[in-house]
């Protein structure tokens, strides 16, 4: 588990006064990769090595409005893991707590090119060790 | 039920060559803008009357990636209706006719400022009928 | 010379209540894509090819603001080239016929990977012959 | 004069594969309000007080790209002033130090609704006298 807080940018709000619902989906994808980085991991590497790994869904539950001033702590972790697909949770609060939203994401490793899915265990074996330890029930 | 057809802009691609995935909301929200017109209503009338209308969730499938020279088809319809709470469903595709995704949005209208959540059929009634007319299983 | 129209979306407002200012570069690039599609060149061609064309300068002065309801009307043109740079020049209106904006873009050709910029007449002559054309006072 | 380091956001590449050109104007606007911050005022203020600030010119040189994994750093100062209008000047470097542009920004104060511009000094003497102690040749 990892938390990040990000600071809302001006140009992330709308005429509403408030953040645009999609830019949630931007505040997901850095704790992400910064989770994946605690975990010993760059996603910039995966995508070195010629493969990328695009969403294959995102579900968002918007409870709160956040606007510019506020900070946005975005909590995240490996929900579950099946060398196909990855499935990360998170729980977003406002600067005083309260909760702005929670999501989840999964995800799929491919190709570049073909777009064709890849097992984890056998393209990625230091990523899948790591979902493994990070999914297990002891830790 | 309504269908627009939205051409890929460059600066909507990642790195990853394809549409960022957070664009896609993007997409529904000018589906769902349009069809309200050619349904009778404008959004843009609700907010000049003090009101605005939040997403209070976001659910998108990733089917098949899209990116610059693609044409998205995204077809938008009333999904459900409660006086509170409207559901929008929707269907992607590109202009080869290949499903490139699905998802549903969930809105309420709230008063600027407050942000407290108002029954339609009192604030707006016509947008009200409108929902109505729409969710009768005999249209 | 060509224009375009672009409905604002509502994902382009910010919380001043107006199309935020980094997304006049986005219509700016719309419009030039379709100057030069009308010009007989397709952009995405040229990434195929294993190039791209990115911005070596910007300048956009701001006139009057537009918001979600507007149509912005972007006039383009070739203002002027060089074999190794070309720059348009835009004129941005709204429905009324009242003056938004102007701008400037420079651009050069450079190769995928190494970034280095090329000569068009060399690398791309129908480029090259499509813009001493468009520059040509006779036409 | 301040500096701010900015981290290079997926979301903020396009299939260049680099920082797509709109977004610096984004890196400037969180690097001005960084700067305000340390100066003593919140733009946020302006805009409770029932102001904005809109750009009403921006100007930039790309000298060299960027693009995820890279950090931006962002260096700002107030270039000129006169009551009505500011200027800003900015310079962009990567994490090693090589030039990654350079730019400036003009900005007036608009009351919010009519957008009539307002003097500093008259409006917000705060910022009024901030602004000319900043340009003031003995600081």
């Not at 980085?37 to 409870?63: H, I």
Request: hydrophobic share 35%; glycine share 6%; aromatic share 12%.
């Amino acid at each position: 588990m990892h938390t990040i807080q990000i600071p809302v940018r001006y140009q992330e709000t709308d005429m509403m006064g408030i953040v645009y619902h999609a830019n949630y989906l931007v505040y997901l994808e850095i704790a992400r990769t910064e989770l994946l980085r605690e975990l010993g991991v760059e996603y910039k590497d995966m995508e070195q090595a010629g493969f990328v790994s695009p969403v294959t869904n995102v579900s968002v539950d918007y409870k709160k409005s956040v606007t510019f001033g506020d900070t946005v702590h975005v909590r995240v972790w490996v929900d579950s893991y099946s060398k196909i697909r990855t499935v990360y949770g998170y729980e977003l609060t406002d600067q005083d707590g309260h909760l702005v939203g929670s999501a989840k994401t999964t995800h799929v490793v491919v190709k570049q090119g073909d777009f064709k899915p890849v097992r984890l265990d056998r393209e990625f074996p230091e990523w899948h060790d790591m979902y493994m330890r990070v999914m297990s029930p002891v830790t």
